[in-house]
């Protein structure tokens, strides 16, 4: 392993020839290619795996098919859900194609090891966790409450749950908006430049509209944080205890930082607690907005591919495990069963 992986990763150096050592050098140089949560992700996954490695007497770079089926049964062994285990794999198998290496995963070895992986998986009971939603009415009730409280912090909060729900983005995605992103529209309704998310990455960008209420909420909030004037300045900073305006450029907001006006917002919500799900998902978190909107939008009877467009998903099948509650009695036998039932 080259030093510059070496200090990445903390691992210690590997028996790698010097091809090997070039094309991870190469890597390491190319890693802005990645978007910054896949580069920690990587990281982690070889922190780990070689670990594992060291610990049973194998080889981590270049790995033997037979040693990752090994791996990936202990990572399920160990509680791993189905879904961190693939992505183990998949994080193993571009580490060596970027190493100029034969990915281990080509293996039928290591094919059969998934396969019985994800079958125990569903057997046993396992689902795929999804954040609680946070919907339109979740977000009107909130309104009622906030748009004319006395602490800045709440006004903050509410004008970021006006954005995160009208623009389906990532809580990422959310923390980079500055507020030169912001142009109006005629009617004075706000628009926002957004320059990248996680699946577009492309000179154009990406423009959302917020709503008329949404646009007054934002306002509100960027005028009494003092942020009209601040171009630079990140939409969303924080708010000292004060009661005043942290106004940052260099650093946005951290993702626990955002999460918490979700756990705030249930909290004044009063809302039950859901069961849980994975020990996950016992209230609203980073991603109840984007799941919230994308059902509410299929309850009134948008299209997959508009849904899709509003929340930039490339795939599907990554849309419908959100809305695949919403959709359960709209299915085709359904709507045969109840029409002949009508007929009756």
Same mark, same amino acid.
């Given at each position: 392993?080259?030093?510059?992986?070496?200090?990445?990763?903390?691992?210690?150096?590997?028996?790698?020839?010097?091809?090997?050592?070039?094309?991870?050098?190469?890597?390491?140089?190319?890693?802005?290619?990645?978007?910054?949560?896949?580069?920690?992700?990587?990281?982690?996954?070889?922190?780990?795996?070689?670990?594992?490695?060291?610990?049973?007497?194998?080889?981590?770079?270049?790995?033997?098919?037979?040693?990752?089926?090994?791996?990936?049964?202990?990572?399920?062994?160990?509680?791993?859900?189905?879904?961190?285990?693939?992505?183990?794999?998949?994080?193993?198998?571009?580490?060596?194609?970027?190493?100029?290496?034969?990915?281990?995963?080509?293996?039928?070895?290591?094919?059969?090891?998934?396969?019985?992986?994800?079958?125990?998986?569903?057997?046993?009971?396992?689902?795929?966790?999804?954040?609680?939603?946070?919907?339109?009415?979740?977000?009107?009730?909130?309104?009622?409450?906030?748009?004319?409280? #006395?602490?800045? %912090?709440?006004?903050?909060?509410?004008?970021? *749950?006006?954005? +995160?729900? !009208? /623009? $389906?983005?990532?809580?990422?995605?959310?923390?980079?908006?500055?507020?030169?992103?912001?142009?109006?529209?005629?009617?004075?309704?706000?628009?926002?430049?957004? #320059?990248?998310? %996680?699946?577009?990455?492309?000179?154009?960008? *990406?423009?959302? +509209?917020? !709503? /008329? $209420?949404?646009?007054?909420?934002?306002?509100?909030?960027?005028?009494?944080?003092?942020?009209?004037?601040?171009?630079?300045?990140?939409?969303?900073?924080?708010?000292?205890?004060?009661?005043?305006?942290?106004?940052?450029?260099?650093?946005?907001?951290?993702?626990?930082? $955002?999460?918490?006006?979700?756990?705030?917002?249930?909290?004044?919500?009063?809302?039950?607690?859901?069961?849980?799900?994975?020990?996950?998902?016992?209230?609203?978190?980073?991603?109840?907005?984007?799941?919230?909107?994308?059902?509410?939008?299929?309850?009134?009877?948008?299209?997959?591919?508009?849904?899709?467009?509003?929340?930039?998903?490339?795939?599907?099948?990554?849309?419908?495990?959100?809305?695949?509650?919403?959709?359960?009695?709209?299915?085709?036998?359904?709507?045969?069963?109840?029409?002949?039932?009508?007929?009756?």
């Amino acid at each position: 392993m080259t030093k510059i992986i070496q200090q990445s990763a903390q691992l210690p150096a590997l028996s790698a020839d010097e091809d090997i050592a070039g094309q991870l050098r190469a890597f390491v140089q190319d890693r802005e290619a990645f978007s910054p949560n896949t580069w920690r992700q990587l990281l982690s996954v070889m922190r780990i795996c070689h670990q594992w490695a060291t610990e049973n007497d194998r080889r981590f770079l270049p790995m033997a098919p037979e040693d990752l089926r090994d791996y990936l049964t202990f990572l399920q062994a160990n509680g791993r859900a189905s879904s961190t285990i693939a992505t183990h794999a998949s994080l193993i198998s571009m580490l060596h194609r970027n190493a100029g290496l034969l990915p281990p995963n080509t293996s039928p070895a290591v094919f059969r090891a998934m396969k019985k992986i994800n079958r125990m998986a569903v057997v046993s009971g396992e689902r795929t966790g999804q954040a609680v939603p946070f919907c339109l009415s979740d977000l009107k009730a909130l309104d009622v409450r906030w748009q004319n409280s #006395a602490q800045l %912090k709440e006004m903050r909060n509410l004008a970021f *749950l006006h954005v +995160a729900y !009208s /623009t $389906l983005l990532r809580v990422s995605e959310l923390a980079r908006l500055r507020v030169s992103d912001i142009t109006r529209a005629e009617d004075g309704r706000i628009i926002l430049d957004v #320059a990248w998310t %996680k699946t577009i990455v492309q000179t154009g960008g *990406l423009i959302k +509209a917020l !709503s /008329t $209420l949404s646009s007054q909420r934002l306002t509100e909030w960027i005028q009494l944080a003092g942020l009209a004037a601040e171009p630079d300045a990140f939409l969303f900073c924080p708010v000292h205890r004060t009661n005043k305006a942290l106004i940052t450029t260099h650093r946005p907001l951290s993702t626990p930082a $955002l999460e918490d006006i979700f756990i705030q917002a249930w909290r004044e919500a009063g809302q039950s607690r859901p069961k849980g799900n994975k020990n996950r998902y016992r209230g609203w978190s980073g991603h109840s907005a984007r799941v919230g909107a994308a059902q509410d939008m299929a309850k009134q009877g948008y299209a997959v591919a508009q849904i899709m467009q509003e929340g930039t998903w490339k795939k599907p099948e990554t849309l419908m495990r959100y809305i695949r509650n919403v959709d359960a009695h709209t299915g085709a036998m359904i709507d045969l069963m109840e029409k002949k039932s009508g007929q009756r």
